[in-house]
């Protein structure tokens, strides 16, 4: 299918097929089994052919179904070999692949958008997207100023897709358990639904995108691409170069994934406390690893895009996280614990051990208790089976943790980070990123005068420039960025 299916009708009976498709697999994979067939190998045919259909059927209808699809994907180094292995490839592919719509679909939105002469405003127009996402594709072209621009163009009716599909996936939470063992979805769908509106409106997140650029202009490290101009539902930015994360973490070099590893990590914790917004969707397909003039990578940027999702946190990051981790790591678990509870991480009618507390944390903070963690799909995996397994002491103390809404999206942004950098495999420095970044950790009173400088940045009192937007003449209004 080459447009988003408007019809709830049609579109609910598409994701009810996911797991009516898996019983109707299970039931033939039985049959198999009692001809004859291995275990191991009927096993290994059913998950290919589930996960076949996922990406069929996500990928097709794209809006919230393929956003559900690419969350999953940052989370599939959780899972063991034999389930992961699978589901890897196909679910990577969400995160930078979709059908395409029609041209003739792409030329009326812009002639919406920008006018009936919006061609005038290109040297040069691609119709076959450069990529597509959950809600948008993107066209490479050449604004009429010579830059090469991303042209992000807005699949019409994907407003109503993306509610209607996150809550028919809601509903059928606890039949997809089975598609992704060990993933608990439905709070995963619950934020995903809660989130989508804001990812619709391309002013939004042209004023973000406009903030990160701004603030990391000239950055030796990060790379934030200009906006351009903007519409209701067209975004044109400079287009980002570089080597896409997912090709990074399929085939990159130790340099390159320890290169990336350490960026991302930087960019995590920085960002925040440079622009007071949390980029908040970090999976592969949004981040370039971007060559220097060098062929040695550690010279190379971190190329970012995509600020639809943003949580808005104008002081930074809590200093309760960083307080509390500080605390943890140097046997204070009674500190901790009076933190924990005043924030509403453990509700007033329970009553836990400290040092309990800090045992089950201990082995989830340990890349930065060291100077230099590697990161690996089998760290990832114990922490999530020491948490998931219900006959562990972890799972029982971790059920009883409260998880307050302010740092929901915090939470969940820090665990995808973390499963990007096992996919990476990569080694990073991360204890010096958070003593640098993050407000309570750092173990020395004062921070040096270099980190203080650049996490006031943000505060300091230089001219803004106006971001781009639709209320200025296209032709004219893109040399303000």
Not at 288 to 306: H, I, K, N, S
């Amino acid at each position: 299918m080459s447009d988003l299916p408007r019809k709830a009708v049609a579109r609910t009976a598409k994701l009810a097929a996911l797991p009516l498709g898996f019983a109707g697999r299970s039931a033939w994979g039985l049959g198999k089994r009692l001809g004859g067939y291995s275990a191991d190998l009927v096993g290994h045919e059913l998950q290919q052919r589930t996960a076949e259909q996922l990406f069929k059927i996500l990928g097709e209808l794209k809006g919230g179904a393929m956003k559900f699809g690419q969350a999953l994907s940052v989370f599939e180094s959780a899972l063991p070999d034999e389930v992961a292995g699978p589901y890897r490839a196909t679910l990577t592919k969400l995160q930078e692949a979709a059908p395409p719509m029609p041209a003739a679909t792409v030329h009326a939105v812009l002639r919406d958008g920008l006018g009936a002469d919006w061609h005038t405003l290109f040297d040069t127009f691609d119709d076959h997207p450069a990529a597509a996402a959950s809600i948008g594709q993107v066209h490479r072209a050449v604004w009429h100023d010579g830059r090469t621009v991303a042209v992000k163009v807005q699949y019409p009716g994907a407003g109503d897709a993306l509610i209607s599909d996150l809550t028919q996936l809601g509903r059928f939470a606890r039949l997809l358990g089975p598609l992704i063992p060990g993933m608990d979805i439905k709070p995963l769908l619950t934020e995903l639904r809660e989130r989508v509106t804001e990812e619709l409106d391309y002013a939004l997140e042209a004023e973000a995108q406009h903030t990160y650029a701004e603030e990391f202009a000239g950055d030796p490290d990060v790379l934030i691409p200009a906006v351009v101009h903007h519409a209701d539902n067209i975004l044109i930015t400079e287009w980002l170069p570089g080597r896409p994360l997912s090709e990074v973490i399929n085939d990159g070099t130790p340099a390159e994934r320890h290169r990336a590893g350490q960026l991302l990590a930087r960019f995590l914790f920085s960002g925040t406390a440079r622009t007071g917004l949390l980029h908040a969707d970090p999976h592969p397909g949004n981040f370039r690893l971007v060559p220097d003039d060098e062929t040695d990578p550690a010279g190379w940027q971190l190329g970012v895009m995509d600020f639809g999702t943003v949580d808005r946190l104008p002081e930074g990051l809590p200093p309760t996280i960083g307080t509390v981790l500080r605390n943890m790591l140097d046997g204070e678990a009674d500190s901790a614990y009076a933190l924990l509870r005043e924030e509403d991480f453990i509700k007033e009618n329970i009553d836990l051990d400290p040092d309990a507390v800090r045992d089950y944390l201990l082995p989830i903070i340990e890349p930065a208790s060291v100077d230099e963690f590697t990161f690996s799909r089998e760290w990832m995996r114990t922490q999530a089976g020491r948490i998931a397994d219900p006959r562990s002491p972890a799972h029982q103390l971790g059920r009883q943790l409260n998880l307050p809404p302010a740092y929901l999206l915090i939470h969940r942004v820090t665990l995808s980070t973390i499963g990007v950098l096992c996919q990476l495999g990569a080694t990073v420095r991360m204890r010096e990123e958070m003593e640098t970044w993050v407000p309570g950790f750092a173990t020395e009173p004062e921070e040096d005068e270099d980190a203080s400088a650049r996490k006031t940045t943000v505060a300091t009192d230089k001219r803004k420039t106006p971001c781009p937007d639709a209320t200025t003449e296209p032709a004219r209004q893109e040399t303000s960025a």
